[in-house]
């Protein structure tokens, strides 16, 4: 006899299991009350040095407070510092970064505040280290300032930082190879989100020294024509002309 078709089926055969919508994952219900922690933190450029010397190791005390995952996403209960140096060289390097936040329910859409300051970076500190990326400086400074909302970073976000006696040499990026640049101040947009930053230290630099080229060759310590050409054919290969022309 033929099989009746039922909603579900197909004739002669069986009901089809139903397809259910999955549900995303929760994050675990999870509370910090009080937390002090004192790690180090090593970053080592293997490419640059096979032994392993092209390095930079953090000292850190890491304190949090009232850090939890349920409850109020609203007001910023929850509380968290950043504090150290370059580890063996408690005058070298001095972080000092401290942050707010709400209820973390997603960790893709946090709301935080971050306010704080990185001072005395010496190259000499790490010579290895900056050696491998074809610079050294006397002192750079850092300054801190983020707002985040629900995973968004909100405008005004940034890192900004005041560079002195910066020379840059072998292993640098072509056109900057032979500067020497007396003072230079960044600030460096932090734009996106948490889950996709927007976030170009280069990007900035090329660009604060195309828009400040007459103040920043007073400064630099090498042939001005041959550094005009420089930064001038390394934007026409970006921009496609002579840039600065409309």
């Not at 080592?44 to 092209?54: F, N, R, T």
């Not at 209820?103 to 491998?132: S, V």
């Not at 989100?193 to 310590?221: C, H, Q, R, W």
Request: hydrophobic residues 35%.
């Amino acid at each position: 006899q033929p099989t009746e078709n039922i909603p579900g089926t197909k004739a002669g055969g069986n009901r089809n299991h139903e397809t259910k919508e999955k549900t995303p994952p929760q994050t675990p219900k999870a509370v910090i009350g009080n937390a002090d922690i004192e790690t180090v933190v090593e970053y080592i450029d293997w490419k640059a040095s096979s032994s392993g010397s092209a390095k930079l190791a953090l000292a850190l005390n890491i304190k949090a407070r009232n850090i939890a995952t349920f409850g109020d996403t609203e007001n910023e209960n929850g509380s968290f510092s950043v504090a150290g140096s370059i580890e063996g060289k408690p005058d070298s390097i001095s972080i000092d970064i401290n942050g707010k936040t709400a209820t973390i329910p997603d960790p893709g859409k946090p709301t935080f505040d971050i306010d704080g300051t990185i001072k005395n970076i010496r190259t000499t500190d790490f010579k290895e280290l900056a050696d491998a990326y074809g610079f050294e400086c006397d002192n750079i400074d850092v300054d801190i300032h983020i707002k985040c909302r629900k995973g968004i970073y909100e405008n005004g976000s940034s890192v900004n930082a005041r560079v002195k006696n910066l020379k840059m040499s072998e292993g640098t990026i072509p056109m900057l190879k032979g500067m020497s640049i007396d003072s230079l101040s960044l600030s460096i947009p932090l734009r996106g989100s948490v889950e996709s930053p927007v976030f170009d230290p280069l990007g900035t630099l090329l660009t604060n020294i195309a828009a400040n080229a007459d103040t920043i060759m007073k400064s630099i310590n090498v042939d001005q024509k041959s550094v005009e050409k420089k930064i001038n054919n390394f934007l026409n290969g970006i921009l496609g002309g002579k840039h600065g022309k409309k």
